[in-house]
């Protein structure tokens, strides 16, 4: 049991690049080390501890016995279900095993990014490893689903932050997505959306239109149907997005059809 508040948040690494994890470490309001030395206690994340192999699987054990049933357990990427989950392994378990063993004791289940949440890149046809997000295995706790490839550091530091200061979850849209992040879709507040209306298009990567910053959904744009606040929150405290910088949306925060459909035009 921690001597202090802070609710300790245990992070899995599965089928992934890191990128979710990495763009968290570009946070700066608060920064990681404000988040993990005074707002919560990350007593496992792979890629931030110190300690490796048995010394860091023995911080996971203690701090999953120590905080039973109050844990916040954080999920990174996709995880392969075929022959019975062989193809992602840490310290000799499979990420199906210990998803499900982590799984238990968590007070909630924090899916960060779109593997995480749907299976992302690597659930994409043929899926040869069987790839499936979070909700797809666990049936039994809250899960709240952070989709976005990387996702928006601040949609996941905001939800922290709630539920440290509210003691509950936010709300949540029907695909397991905090509302005040997830309920608009980012044509909604697009800066091209002007040229949109007025029927102002880009047509071919560097032609007029597209140096004049006309709108790119005949470029294949994905805002009209995505739901995520790119076009409000931006990234890396810079001001850009993708299509700030004249690269259509992809609709890298929806499940299906969008974000895969997107992938699979490109392989
Ligand atoms: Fe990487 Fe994207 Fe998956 Fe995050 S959601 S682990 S950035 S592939
Ligand atoms: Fe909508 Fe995309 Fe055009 Fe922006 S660039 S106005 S999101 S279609
Ligand atoms: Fe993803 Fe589209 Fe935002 S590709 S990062 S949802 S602009």
Redesign the pocket.
Known sequence: QKSDNRPAVIWLHFQECTGCSESLLRSTHPTVSNLILDMISLDYHETLMVGSGHQAEKSLTDSLLANKGKYILVVEGAIPTKDNGIYCKVHGKTALDSLKHAAEGAAAIISMGTCASYGGIQSVGPNPTGAVGVRDIVKDKPIINIP??PPNPYNFLSTVLYYVTFKKLPELDQMGRPKFAFGRR?HEHCERRPHFDAGRFARAFGDEGHSQGYCLYKLGC??PA?Y?N??VLRFNDVGA???SIGHP?????EPDLLFKTAIADKV
């Open positions: 976005g490839c980012i994905k805002g995505t995520a790119c076009s997005w993708p299509v949306c992809i609709g890298c925060t």
